[in-house]
């Protein structure tokens, strides 16, 4: 399992070149598996061969030789050094030697004897482990007086040999599979370079603004043979981005039709809207006598169409910062427009609690200073319609290297969860906490996080029950170089 997990989080590159290197291993283990088991049958083969071609010889000199078979050399002539000889009878050894590179006899001692003693004849040769002898390859044969004649070849040049193999192909290994993995990770990189370029485009294609209305989607994956897999990959992801792109496209041309309407509708509402309250009013100033319902109607009226002319003025502001048209770049005193904007908010919500923090010193941006009062306005407004009365509101401008503050805070009841990622966009209504009261057209926020990124800011939300925070950060007003 650690090792699955484990792979599922490396790249393809790293798993291929793992698959490679644990598949030579396995054909290396292989190879050197059945090149040493084949060679150490050939070797023991030679060796059975070479006991049959000595026969029983030594063994047999040892049967009908009345002395200890240390001083026995006539046995000697002819056999290989290392040739070992042994006869017992009745399970005891009664002569044994081993041939010496000088020709005479090695001394035996009792723990191989006893191992010896053990042994009974047989048509097939065996290999046998003497503690102090080491390993032999042994012939039994039963000899004419009813004992037992041992002849046996050491097996220590077959292990050498062995051995010799097997750090050979160690070697040999090691080399193939240094080799084999270094040109493995340059094939797989060479052969991945194309994939790679599908995701190079892909990142940035997913890094391209293109929630903001740009557009503009030039990436395309270079060409590859539609035969490969990568070149199949290459091809749908084209296809894709040109149906994207396309798509886009559409959008992008659908919102500019619906923001010229939306401008066109609002401005030309604002003529009609006018003359409706201008009548109303005209009505109702030299109509005393008017009934009680008539009076009421156009005091509704009133009321209505200078909603109705706040929402059409914040319609028509909408559109015209979506078009990108250009704000107003003059020294704003952020310290000034706050509390002539705090000053504003008491008048209107005398029922709540006003607190204003600055800093000592007057904070001074670039920028629109309409527009701007019209953020701290909306902030507090909002603030003020979505809280019960007694509510604490208190606005905050701190500045620092990297940006300027404005924190509008308040401990009412808070915005729901779910409300809050939509919070600033166009006509979100929260639940009747903070629901659409006192006028609202929840267009507010919306044109508080427009403004904002006009001014090449941004805005944020946080909030729960008896603390909301709504933080806008602007860029700091930079020094001008001289000259």
């Known amino acids: 399992m650690r090792l699955r997990r484990w792979a599922a989080r490396q790249p393809l590159r790293v798993r291929l070149i793992a698959i490679l290197i644990a598949l030579l291993l396995v054909v290396c283990a292989t190879v050197g ?20 071609s000595a026969g029983t010889r030594y063994a047999t000199a040892l049967e ?17 050094v290392g040739t070992l000889g042994a006869r017992s009878l009745n399970g005891t050894v009664t002569s044994v030697g ?12 009792a723990a191989d004897k006893a191992v010896i003693a053990r042994l009974q004849p047989s048509p097939r040769d065996r290999s046998i482990g003497l503690p102090t002898l080491g390993e032999f390859r042994v012939q039994v044969t039963a000899g004419q007086d009813g004992d037992v004649l041992v002849t046996g070849l050491p097996l220590h040049s077959v292990e050498e040999t062995l051995h010799r193999l097997e750090m050979i192909e160690a070697i040999a290994f090691a080399v193939v ?19 790679s370029r599908v995701a190079s485009t892909a990142m940035r294609v997913s890094e391209l603004p293109l929630a903001t209305g740009d557009v503009r989607l030039h990436e395309r994956v270079p060409d590859e043979p539609p035969s490969t897999e990568v070149g199949q990959v290459s091809v ?88 990108g048209r250009p704000l107003d770049r003059e020294e704003v005193d952020l310290t000034r427009l706050s509390i002539d904007a705090m000053s504003d908010a008491q008048a209107a919500g005398p029922d709540h609690q006003w607190r204003l923090d600055l800093p000592d010193q007057p904070v001074v941006i670039t920028g629109d200073a309409y527009r701007l009062h019209e953020v ?84 944020s939300v946080a909030s729960h029950p008896g603390q909301t925070t709504i933080t806008v950060r602007l860029p700091p007003d930079r020094p001008r170089a001289a000259g």
């Open 33 to 52: 598996i059945v090149t040493t088991f084949a060679l150490r049958g050939f070797l023991i083969k030679r060796l059975d061969q070479q006991l049959t």
């Open 64 to 80: 009908h030789d009345d002395h200890d078979a240390d001083n026995a050399e006539t046995g000697t002539l002819g056999q290989a």
């Open 98 to 109: 081993v041939i010496a590179d000088t020709g005479q006899h090695v001394t035996v001692t």
């Open 177 to 195: 599979l240094a080799i084999t993995g270094v040109l493995g990770v340059l094939a797989v990189r060479w052969s991945l370079r194309p994939l």
């Open 236 to 323: 749908a992801l084209n296809h894709m981005l040109d149906r994207i792109d396309a798509a886009l496209s559409e959008r992008q041309r659908s919102e500019e039709r619906l923001r010229r309407f939306i401008a066109d509708a609002s401005h030309e509402l604002r003529t009609p809207l006018a003359v409706i309250r201008g009548h109303a009013e005209f009505v109702h100033r030299d109509l005393a006598d008017l009934p009680p319902s008539v009076a009421q109607s156009l005091q509704r009226i009133e009321a209505e169409s200078a909603r109705m002319g706040r929402l059409v003025d914040d319609l028509l502001l909408l559109a015209r910062l979506d078009e």
């Open 376 to 459: 701290v306005a909306n902030l507090l407004a909002n603030a003020r319609v979505h809280t019960p009365s007694g509510t604490t509101v208190t606005l905050a401008v701190t500045t620092s290297d990297d940006e300027v503050r404005i924190e509008v805070s308040d401990n009412g009841p808070g915005i729901p969860v779910e409300v809050q990622p939509t919070v600033f966009e166009r006509f979100t209504r929260a639940d009747s906490s903070r629901g659409h009261v006192d006028g609202s057209t929840g267009l507010g926020l919306a044109i508080v996080a427009a403004v904002v990124a006009a001014h090449s800011g941004n805005t």
